[in-house]
């Protein structure tokens, strides 16, 4: 007696424990609109494999009277491969091929339409770039999808790789052809993509849904290429915006989901050129989007204007490598200043007002700037007191540059690097850190600069500015500088010619001819011996040439300009007389 209970227990078990539920609905609404349907007189029934293709044995019913009809059935084993269709009163069968369904773990639902044919579709994701990056350990973590189909969960849905390689896949059933699916790939149930909701637009046959984890689906053919990303840092470098020491350079695009983490080195050959190597998975005609961005005392400066693209090659695919390579932001002698550049700020803060209140300023204590273009620098948001070391301070004592003392006009001269941007964004800010309204950022509203445009030829001028009045401003006394070959015949010796005209007013020419290439300054002097400006400061080949000089801002007297080429210098004087 004791083994027969025995058996009987093992028996009950060994049948019940692989057992599992699938609840089969059929929406009929199609139907009754048109009206092959009644709810409530006509009725609905399930045949198929499991039930001998009985078109009477399985009832659906629609408890809420909608047009939502469903069964449960609870004999089925994981697994199992089932066939099966949707009758109408006994005898109105489906027209579509039979309906196929697998078994998965758990309680499950099939839903569909009367007569409407429903697909699956295979979702794969390449974890191979987060395995590189030791943020996936395959084997130990997991990856779900989440998306419309299953209520946006990020753990209902789990892909498996069985052959323990980076590739991981689920079938899902059920979708309705022509279904948008949006949806995301999770690791470990809370490391969501951080690109945009994916999208699928289900067919009717072979529905394979490939991509790589946070980056650009992999279309069929997809195989790995080895992108090299050459970046020319020479211009952030010698303008000392980017600090070799200390600043650190990335690459960031779609390829790696705008992560900070692909991170460049100095190319061996040539110091001034950033390069990293990235594994791309992808085909002809993919395109990249990209920017470098580098990181300065914690501050990530990104290139300006749209994302840049790069298109896969038939040859880069054909190589299995990709090579791009760029100056950072773009910049050319055409677009960033080709010498330092000194603007004297002049501000009128005469019935200057708090802008968040229209109030005027009871008394003017201090004036600063804040801007994009070092040196000028954005204080962090809100412009919180602290972020002092961020401005500058302008001048209103007769010192600086400040002509008269106690007057409405604040003065402060900044010079702006070599190869510097020309667009200048700039802002003021009236009594920091004192009766100030309340804010520090008290000039305009947010997003509100006053801005103008430097030119690659430019040495100096003045930009007039009333506090409040923002906007785009023109320079005056502009002061620039024109190095211009007139041949290219290699000279015997190094030269220096006298200006020419001499007396002058405002403008003159200097000649100087180069045997040998090699770095050239040319500086401007006072009686005093105090350095004016810079005309010439950078490379030239062999050859001789002609420097413009404008000395609109310059006040009559006597001054001497000075050329250092190799172990060639040389000194002359010139008169300017207005």
């Known amino acids: 007696m004791k083994r027969i209970m025995y058996l009987f227990i093992v028996v009950f078990i060994t049948g019940t424990a692989f057992a599992q539920t699938v609840e089969f609905r059929v929406n009929m609404s199609a139907e009754a609109r048109k009206g092959a349907f009644t709810p409530g007189t006509d009725v609905v029934h399930l045949a198929g494999t499991f039930n001998g293709w009985n078109s009477t044995a399985t009832e659906l019913t629609g408890p809420d009277a909608d047009t939502v009809y469903s069964v449960t059935i609870d004999t ?14 006994s005898d109105g069968w489906e027209s579509i091929s039979n309906r196929k369904f697998t078994v998965r773990e758990g309680n499950t639902v099939f839903e569909a339409f009367f007569d409407t044919a429903v697909v699956s579709v295979e979702f794969k994701v390449n974890m191979s770039y987060e395995a590189r990056q030791a ?34 896949s689920v079938t899902i059933d059920n979708f309705k052809v022509g279904e948008m699916l949006e949806f995301k790939f999770v690791k470990n149930s809370s490391g969501w993509e951080s690109i945009s909701n994916r999208q699928f637009t289900v067919g009717s046959d072979n529905n394979v849904y490939e991509a790589v984890f946070d980056s650009v689906v992999a279309a069929a053919g997809a195989k790995n290429i080895s992108v090299t990303f050459s970046c020319n840092m020479e211009f952030e470098i010698v303008s000392g915006r980017f600090k070799t020491a200390t600043d650190t350079l990335t690459a960031r695009g779609t390829f790696n989901g705008w992560s900070g983490n692909t991170y460049m080195l100095p190319s061996v050959s040539d110091p001034n050129y950033y390069e990293v190597t990235y594994d791309y998975l992808g085909n002809v005609g993919d395109s990249i989007e990209y920017k ?21 090659t038939q040859d880069d695919y054909d190589n299995e490598s990709a090579y791009i390579e760029r100056t950072f932001d773009d910049l050319t002698l055409d677009n960033v200043t080709n010498n330092q550049v000194t603007i004297k700020f002049i501000v009128n803060m005469d019935s200057a007002k708090i802008t968040q209140t229209g109030v005027p300023f009871s008394s003017i204590e201090n004036v600063v700037i804040t801007g994009a273009v070092a040196p000028l620098k954005w204080p962090s948001g809100g412009w919180p007191n602290a972020d002092s070391t961020s401005v500058h301070y302008l001048y209103n004592d007769g010192t600086n540059g400040d002509e008269v003392a106690g007057d409405s006009l604040w003065t402060l001269d900044l010079t702006f690097p070599q190869y510097s941007a020309l667009e200048i964004r700039y802002k003021y800010g009236a009594n920091w850190a004192g009766d100030n309204g309340g804010s520090n950022d008290n000039e305009a509203a947010s997003g509100s600069d006053h801005y103008f445009y430097l030119t690659p030829d430019i040495l100096s001028g003045t930009v007039h500015n009333r506090f409040g009045v923002t906007g785009n401003h023109t ?32 403008t003159t020419n200097i000649q100087f001819a180069i045997p040998k290439a090699g770095f050239v300054t040319m500086k401007v002097y006072n009686l005093l011996g105090q350095e004016v400006t810079t005309l010439v400061d950078e490379y030239k080949n062999a050859g001789t040439y002609k420097v413009d000089f404008n000395a609109s801002n310059l006040s009559s007297g006597v001054y001497f300009y000075k050329i250092d080429a190799g172990n060639y210098t040389n000194v002359k004087k010139m008169i300017l007389m207005k």
């Open 475 to 506: 320079l005056d006394d502009v002061v620039v500088v024109g190095v211009k070959e007139i041949s290219n015949t290699i000279p015997q010796v190094y030269s220096l010619k006298q200006n020419y005209p001499n007396p002058f007013n405002p």
């Open 292 to 312: 470098f961005a580098y990181i300065s005392a914690g501050v990530v400066g990104w290139e300006g204007g749209d994302n840049r693209k790069y298109g896969i």
């Open 135 to 168: 943020k996936f350990t395959p084997g130990t973590d997991t990856v779900h999808i989440a998306g419309t189909f299953n209520g946006w969960n990020s753990t209902a849905t789990e892909l498996t790789g069985p052959d323990a390689d980076t590739v991981y």
């Open 76 to 89: 089925f084993n994981v697994g199992d491969n089932l066939e099966f269709k949707f009758v109408k009163n």
